[in-house]
């Protein structure tokens, strides 16, 4: 397994949708297990692969609490079903907007549809922590960041900011 480098906002790759994943074999199975390593590493309780570079549809979650046992999950081509009219408000981060922390507001129940880690066809009903992540993750394969679900304000000043230290570093920007 290895340890990728996440792209980091203002990257414009994060704001590309991602691909389907064609054909589960070895190479996404490896791609999972760099994945999980990655998020690991980070640390963070998820990741899409769009956050490590790959356009493809697939994320990783564990949030199994520290100290715990971990409890990896992998979502192939994860589409979201259904979702609850009750919302819940969780102080989301990413791993692509480090040290940044707003609290967005989704729905707190769905139910997911994906394919695991040897290809075959699942469904899960997830709420709480689960759910927010599973949306947040999912929103990365469609090119959404969470600051897109706080103020316009809000989310001019995080992108101005990293925009900024981007220029600095002398990476890409939007």
Excluded: W
């Excluded at 520290?66 to 989301?92: H, M, W």
């Amino acid at each position: 397994m290895t340890i990728k480098p996440l792209i980091i906002l203002p990257d414009p790759l994060l704001r590309q949708i991602s691909a389907p994943i064609e054909r589960v074999d070895d190479e996404v199975r490896r791609m999972a297990d760099d994945m999980l390593e990655t998020m690991y590493d980070a640390p963070g309780i998820g990741l899409a692969a769009i956050q490590i570079g790959l356009p493809r549809r697939m994320l990783v979650i564990d949030i199994a609490k520290e100290g715990d046992e971990k409890a990896p999950q992998v979502f192939i081509n994860p589409e979201i079903l259904t979702s609850t009219d009750e919302r819940s408000v969780y102080e989301e981060g990413c791993l692509s907007i480090p040290d940044y922390y707003a609290e967005v507001e989704r729905p707190a129940g769905i139910s997911v549809r994906y394919l695991d880690r040897d290809g075959r066809p699942q469904e899960i009903a997830a709420d709480g922590l689960l759910a927010t992540c599973l949306q947040h993750e999912i929103d990365h394969l469609n090119g959404v960041l969470f600051i897109d679900h706080i103020s316009k304000l809000k989310r001019e000043m995080v992108v101005r900011k990293f925009t900024k230290a981007a220029k600095t570093r002398g990476s890409k920007a939007i």
